[in-house]
């Protein structure tokens, strides 16, 4: 008898994750080993048992109506946009990144560090560094006067920003900035 | 009247039409319906606000199921209290069986009784286990996708779903042929 595959093997297995060639090994020592053909049985039972459970339970019509209310507002919203959000949600981070080195250039502030790809190459340096470039970006749009640096993770809102950063989602990061925007008047 | 973008039309359609799948995930994994319900529309809100820089590089439904695993982390880590067990007793209600499990009045007995223990099995896994299940049948992800989704590494899924299922399999009767 060959030596049994590992358990996680097995889940791949019985879970029918497997390419034809490891899925036909993987049968063969099946029929010579008792202790495996359990294993198997035991995961199989217990994939089956989820299939008890309504895969798409009923709805309540109240959420249903109030989630499309709210999925129209969204939309109605996004002609609304500010402009700096559309351009760099429609071109990226480089328009971002672009933005940034001209700001600066043009009020002739201190060179920022532009990270060299930002977060949605997973090669920025630095949550501080997408917020710096961030930051002189609504200072642009706006005309306000850039936040310290403390601000601009306050701790009661920090659950959110790790939320938005785990998604990596430049236009949701963005439209959070905004919102401190005007939380802050 | 304002006309709406034929995008987003079709965005919401689509997202829409993920809701009680988003749904059952969320209320087994916050175990509470009306939190569930708000998340999943916050989830489905934030795909939508998404879709402009949303890139096909992955499955779009994993990636949805993403952000409602992330939007079930982040309450679960806000909320104020443990609850001892957690789980209102409403799942099931939550739950009503299909048309075609509900034909004849002993199947829906059967049914019900056996979703029952299901449910049950379910709240006794350790929450990262049963994570994965959840994410597996409702997202009917490849464990290389939960793995994505989790950001944890494949063998890690892999040996959090083989504890859950064969625990599942201790825990739930065989169903009668």
Known sequence: ?185 | MALRDKDSDAQERQLAAYAPRVYGLLVRMVGNRDTAEDLTQETLLRAFRAFETYRPEGKFRAWIFRIARNAARDWLRRRPLEPALGFDADWLEAAPASPRRQSRPEDRLLHGERASKVEAALRRLPAPDREILLLRYYGELAFNDIAKVTGEPLGTVLARAHRALKKMAELVPEEEP
């Open chain 1, 1 to 185: 008898m060959t030596r049994c595959p590992k358990p996680e093997m097995w889940v791949r297995y019985a879970a029918g994750e497997l390419a034809d060639r490891p899925r036909r090994a993987l049968q063969t020592h099946l029929e010579s080993c008792d202790a495996c053909r359990r294993e198997v049985r035991d995961l199989a039972r217990g994939l089956e048992a989820m299939e008890s459970l309504e895969r798409e339970p009923a709805l309540r019509p109240e959420m249903l109506d109030t989630l499309h209310r709210r999925l129209r507002v969204a939309a109605a919203n996004r002609s609304t946009r500010p402009r700096v959000i559309t351009l760099v949600a429609r071109y990226g981070w480089a328009a971002a990144a672009a933005a940034v080195l001209v700001v600066a250039l043009v009020l002739n502030l201190p060179k920022p560090t532009v990270p060299a790809a930002l977060p949605g190459n997973h090669q920025a340096e630095s949550l501080q560094e997408v917020a710096a470039a961030i930051e002189l970006l609504r200072v642009a749009d706006n005309g306000t006067t850039p936040l310290p640096p403390q601000n601009l993770f306050p701790a009661d809102r920090q659950n959110e920003l790790d939320l938005l950063l785990e998604l990596d989602d430049a236009g949701l990061l963005l439209d959070y900035f905004m919102s401190q925007d005007k939380l802050q008047g």
